[in-house]
Each structure stands twice: as structure tokens, then as C-alpha cells.
């Protein structure tokens, strides 16, 4: 049995395959692959692009999904081992791990981090918890990384360039209000040095740069890959002649639950928005984000109405992405 929980645990060749798989589905949307089987989707965060994938695409493959929200229409979940559940949680992972497998064919979940302590966020122990206690395949839906995300995006940009394989792409930083998390970013670096991008990773100080367990798995894969990485606090040198660029973004991870002392840095960034003078930079680059995003704090108008700009497409492959994800996961023949 095989879980869905980080690319890192996926090879290049497997993820190959469940693009191809996604590119037919995406002319053929329509089958009964999975009929008669089901997913449950655990939903701890809200969802706009996730929730409606998976379910319309659980529906295209004859299958279904049944959406519980823990602690709203379901009972809310303990998920450490050895706690005294004296708080609002209901029910312990272990049986509704088992009671789920019972039931459907694979369950997905969406769990953001605390945001109050990295050394224990970073272990992304929610999902790796379920995993342990299902019987059935599990699929992350963003916890500390969003794999599910990171395929649509690479299939998007097959679609667009075809071979990416040393293609120039910039990974940029992005002004917000408040500190988000690293998820996106982490995926985007992972997949795209894993099919071998030359990737600038730009932010505006070391203090946002990723995790080091991300930064690490991304040079081991450029090593098997023959891309690279760089790191790079210059908005002009990062831009120039690239072809690809995405923006995310999200917390400086030294001040991680420390919203507050985190706006101190961050207040001098806003200059990092994504706008034409920036793209004006790039070898005709195509521009993306996994939305939703701020207009105009994080890319501007003018950015987002772009020829260019392929947010829309990139939110359209999750759906064939994951179909094709699914369908691999219970062994659906394609």
C-alpha cells in the first residue's frame, strides 16, 4: 500500500507517470475507473480549489467522496498518542483512522500547522499519525508541504514548455499581511528541482529561507537531476532571463509563532510583489501562483490579466492531477 504524503517519498519515473496519466484524463475527463469505490476527505482548514477537485473528480471517476469538516460536522480529532482527553476533542486519530479504512477506499487530509512551534510542526506528524493507522492509502491535502499542488503546477508547466529540464525558474517571496505557511514554497522547490530546473530561490533575507530538511532534499535532487539551486536576496540579478516564475508567500522561519516580531522584518518587503517591471526582466516568462492570492499585495492586476499569468491553468490541473493520483493509488487500470 502506498501513501501520497510528500513527493520526496515518490520517484521521478512514478511522478512522470501520473502526469501522463493526468494529460489523458485532462482530454478524457469522464470514465468509471472508480466506480463503486470512495475517498473520505478530512478537512481541518478551509478549502475552495481542494474540496471541489477532489469531490468533482471522485464524481468523474464514478466514484465518491464524502467531505468531513473535524470539529464542526464531525467529531473533533486528538491526534497525540498518550494524551489525557480531558479537551474539545471527541475521538483519537487511531479509531477514526480505522473506522474511515472500514468504510472508504482512501481518505485525504487538510491540516495546516499550528504556527506556534516549528520543531514540532516541521515533523508534519497529523498526516504521518493517519498514515500509520489507516489501511488505506493516504493523501495529503497541504500540511507542511502540498504535493498535490506541486504536480498541477508541473503539469502545467509541460504544457506550456514542454521539456523543463534546465528551463531558468524563480521562486520568489511574496509581501502578505501576516506570516503564511511554508507549504507551497516547500512543494515548489521540491518538484521542480526534481525535474531538473535551474531554480532561483529569492527572498528578501536569509531568515526566509525554507526549512533545511526542503533545502537539503531539493540539492539531493538537483544532484540526480542536473538542475540546480541558487539562493538569491537580489530582486533584478533573480529575474533576469528567467522563464518561469512563482510567487508564495510566507513566515520567516526563525520567528516562527511570533507573528508580531515577524511583522518587524516583513514590513520592509512590500517591494517584493510580482508586477510588470519585474516580468519586464524574464525571458517572456510565464508567471504562476496556487491562489487565492492578494491583488496587488502579492501580484499586481496587471500581472494576473496577463497572457502569461497561469494561476487558472494550474487551478484547473489539480483536478486532472489528482484523478490521475487517485486512480494510481487503488491500482484503477488507466
Partial sequence: ??????????????LESLLELAARLKQNPWNSALEGRSIALLFLN???????????????????????QPGKDAWGLEFEHGTVMDGDAEEHIVEAAGVLSRYCDMIALRAFPSFTDWSKDREDSLIRTLAQHASVPVINMETIVHPCQELAMMMTLRERMGAVAKRKMVLTWTWHPRPLNTAVANSALLMSTKFGMDVTLLCPEPDYLLDK????????????????????????????????????????????????????????????????????LTNNGFFSHCLPLRRNI???????????????????NRLHVQKAL?????????
Fill in 1 to 14: 500500500m502506498k501513501h501520497f504524503l510528500s513527493t520526496v517519498d515518490w520517484s521521478k519515473q512514478d
Fill in 46 to 68: 478551509p478549502s475552495m480549489r481542494t474540496r471541489t477537485s477532489f469531490e468533482l473528480g471522485m464524481q468523474q471517476l464514478g466514484g465518491v467522496a464524502i467531505v468531513l
Fill in 326 to 334: 487517485m486512480m494510481t493509488l487503488l491500482g484503477a487500470p488507466a
Fill in 213 to 280: 530538511q526542503f533545502m537539503d532534499a531539493a540539492q539531493t535532487n538537483t544532484a540526480a537531476s542536473g538542475g540546480t539551486l541558487t539562493v538569491s536576496h537580489d530582486i533584478e540579478s533573480a529575474y533576469a532571463g528567467a522563464e518561469f516564475v512563482y510567487a508564495k508567500s510566507w513566515g520567516a522561519l526563525p520567528y516562527y509563532g511570533r507573528p508580531d516580531n515577524e511583522w518587524e522584518l516583513r514590513k520592509k518587503y512590500r517591494h517584493f510583489i510580482v508586477n510588470e517591471e519585474k516580468m519586464a
Fill in 298 to 316: 502579492k501580484a499586481s492586476d496587471e500581472v494576473m490579466d496577463a497572457s502569461y499569468c497561469l494561476a487558472l491553468d494550474e487551478a484547473e
